[in-house]
T-cell receptor, first 109, second 116 residues
């Protein structure tokens, strides 16, 4: 079952913040976040393993609520370079990796 | 340079003509995987392999075959391609399998396949 991502698309002005949510109907062991620019391969952002874990990297951070089977990606003070499609994914106990449908993020000047 | 390579990058073929998309990684990774990407559906896993001679079905394996005879290579085979297999395909690898692994996946550049 594919995770659900929201919103599907978002447009921001430079400097604004955004939150992308990912929820799963299956138990999550780990959550992965990737960003993909148009015409390019997905690039790893971060992996969260434990429930409640929060990670940050530059002005992009994420949280993982294992009980609610949800993860959120936070983009703070967005830059033009943040534009792209963001995917959450999780690895199930059998090592299958299941990605969400993606959230398109556009940052405009 | 550490990388995942795929060939060809672009392919136009006709229904029923067998084809192979090659994937190779030079990082000695154990885990390799194939995905297809379609608009609105994100990345869907076709097959994955946790090590040499070990392959498993992902979410959308129908119409595809894979093999893992060597650690570095993981070719994707379409025995009889059909138009609904027109898609963007990515190969990926990561150091170790395991649901609790912190290993990221490294993606190849993608292969755009059109089946007429």
């Amino acid at each position: 079952q594919q995770p659900v991502q929201s919103p599907q698309a978002v447009i921001l002005r430079e400097g604004e913040d955004a939150v992308i949510n990912c929820s799963s109907s299956k138990a999550l062991y780990s959550v992965h976040w990737y960003r993909q620019k148009h015409g390019e391969a997905p690039i790893f952002l971060m992996i969260l393993l434990k429930g409640g874990e929060q990670k940050g990297h530059d002005k992009i951070s994420a949280s993982f609520n294992e009980k609610k089977q949800q993860s959120s990606l936070y983009l703070t003070a967005s830059q033009l370079s943040y534009s792209g499609t963001y995917f959450c994914g999780f690895r199930d106990p059998y090592d299958k990796v299941i990605f969400g449908p993606g959230t398109s993020l556009s940052v405009i000047p | 340079e550490a990388q995942v390579t795929q060939n060809p990058r672009y392919l136009i073929t006709v229904t029923g003509k067998k084809l192979t998309v090659t994937c190779s990684q030079n990082m000695n990774h154990e885990y390799m995987s194939w995905y297809r990407q379609d608009p609105g559906l994100g990345l869907r896993q076709i097959y994955y392999s946790m090590n040499v001679e070990v392959t498993d079905k992902g979410d959308v394996p129908e119409g595809y075959k894979v093999s893992r005879k060597e650690k570095r290579n993981f070719p994707l085979i379409l025995e009889s391609p059909s138009p609904n297999q027109t898609s963007l395909y990515f190969c990926a690898s990561s150091p170790h399998p395991g649901a609790t692994s912190t290993d990221t996946q490294y993606f190849g550049p993608g292969t755009r396949l059109t089946v007429l």
